[in-house]
């Protein structure tokens, strides 16, 4: 288990809730009796309300958890707490129950960065912007459908995330020390107490699984990646045209007297910065969890589970630090962008539809008239809105040998950036309507897993409650008795 002092505190928790489901569980199949249990919860309550020793490893923490449990426990109960099961598959849960909170909380705070670009991409379905590809213009959108390229990514590290949850939230107890007791306990009853789908269904697999690590490892980083790229495209905008952007004062770095001028955006940075230790350390919680030799893994997944535990933990921030940005500190320059949109010739690909469609020219002659037209262009700087009717005349001339005479008016029907959006009426285009359509289904995926997440709580929640009530039943019909 990791080593913090807060870190401990979780894990100890974790292991007196495993602990109360499993005595729970061997009250109701008759292993021991009311009394025994008891004691074993009494005992049970007031370990778990102590501090935890510091530095233990898995196994190590529980075996010290059960030395207590004894040291409280009447003369009747010592051992009892451990009938039917060892250090090894209750260490095992706890870790599986720790790891499922910080996923769920990983869930909550993605629902909440896809949330920020939903209501950030709604305000600018009508913000037109050039797009580049590595250093070069590419074609025009609007804002909305560019943030759609991190909105998508998203969505799918969280449903990846909820089939990581899934499996993650099993019992592994009842494996015992790897075969399981001799004696008849009920592994369903126990995954039941905990809030769990189910039991991890081998025994085998139940001590020595590792891939639920590497899972959850790898959507953390994969939940961290679009918020990175799209920190470090606003970096480039800053660089390259400082009005792109404004930012509030509160991401700019302290003024400094000798620089007064010098305030980069460190919180942007910053952000970027986190996202990629992320990723980093993300890699490493995967080696380590896959030079886990094939065996029982209890004692040697520590390290692994560590690192992942903090992967996980470190995606949650940056989505939910994200977030914090999208909901006002950075504010984008609409202007600016419609000015950029229909620079660099990128609209010139649709005049070769123009002369294919109204012109009734083959593609290749229509496509190589395009092109002429686009270089010529480029060569006298002028923009798509400054070609006319001569400029496509005398490049058709040397391709098809005659003019073509397309009217001025129907030129910016094509070559106008908003035209080009608008047209673009595709399923996922860019046009308006395309761009709601997209952003409506994504708010439907966003209220769909924020219901699974709902529900895994309430399942815990309800779980938590029945242990409540049982262990009072018990202690009142011990009492009683």
């Not at 899934?166 to 019992?171: M, T, Y």
């Not at 003024?255 to 010098?262: C, E, I, Q, S, T």
Request: proline share 6%.
């Amino acid at each position: 288990m990791p080593q913090s002092a807060e870190a401990n505190r979780e894990a100890w928790q974790a292991i007196a809730t495993g602990a109360i489901a499993h005595v729970i569980m061997l009250r109701d199949t008759a292993i021991v009796d009311d009394a025994i249990a008891a004691a074993v919860l009494t005992a049970i309550d007031g370990v778990q309300r102590a501090e935890p020793p510091s530095g233990s490893g898995s196994a190590a923490l529980v075996a010290a958890f059960d030395e207590r449990i004894d040291s409280l426990a009447a003369p009747g109960a010592v051992s009892a707490a451990s009938i039917a099961r060892t250090r090894y598959d209750l260490a095992a849960a706890a870790q599986r129950l720790v790891l499922r909170d910080r996923l769920l909380r990983l869930a909550l705070s993605l629902n909440t960065a896809r949330s920020a670009l939903l209501d950030l991409a709604d305000d600018h379905v009508f913000t037109l912007m050039q797009v580049w590809s590595g250093s070069s213009p590419l074609q025009p959108t609007n804002f909305a459908h560019f943030l759609t390229g991190a909105i998508a990514p998203l969505a799918r590290a969280a449903r990846r995330l909820h089939g990581t949850v899934d499996e993650v939230d099993r019992s592994p107890l009842g494996a015992a020390a790897l075969a399981g007791p001799g004696l008849p306990i009920d592994r369903d009853e126990t995954a039941d107490l905990l809030g769990m789908e189910g039991p991890v269904q081998s025994t085998f697999d139940a001590l020595t699984a590792v891939d639920y690590l590497t899972d959850a490892a790898s959507v953390a980083a994969a939940s961290v990646l679009p918020p990175r790229q799209l920190m470090e495209e606003f970096l480039r905008w800053l660089r390259a045209e400082p009005q792109a952007l404004r930012i509030a004062d509160e991401l700019l770095a302290p003024a400094n007297g000798d620089l007064p001028v010098f305030r980069p955006p460190a919180a942007i940075q910053r952000l970027a910065v986190h996202a990629r230790v992320v990723e980093s350390s993300a890699d490493g919680a995967m080696q380590l969890a896959r030079a886990i030799p094939y065996g029982p893994a209890v004692e040697t997944i520590d390290p692994a589970f560590e690192m992942t535990l903090e992967t996980v933990a470190g995606a949650a921030t940056v989505n939910e630090t994200f977030a914090t940005l999208l909901a006002g500190p950075i504010e984008f320059n609409r202007a600016w962008f419609a000015r950029q949109a229909g620079r660099a010739l990128v609209t010139m690909g649709d005049l070769a539809d123009l002369l294919v469609l109204e012109e009734g020219l083959p593609p290749a002659a229509a496509r190589d008239i395009t092109a002429l037209t686009a270089s010529r262009a480029a060569q006298e700087g002028i923009e798509a809105s400054g070609i006319t009717p001569a400029t496509i005349d005398a490049a058709a001339l040397l391709v098809i040998g005659r003019e073509i005479g397309v009217e001025i008016e129907r030129l910016g029907a094509y070559l106008a950036p908003r035209r080009f959006v608008e047209k673009r009426t595709l399923l996922g285009g860019p046009a308006p309507a395309a761009v709601r359509e997209t952003l409506e289904w994504e708010r439907a995926r966003l209220e769909a897993d924020r219901r699974w997440r709902d529900e895994k709580q309430r399942r815990i929640a309800l779980a938590a409650e029945n242990r409540e009530i049982r262990t009072h039943e018990i202690l009142a019909t011990a009492s009683s008795g």
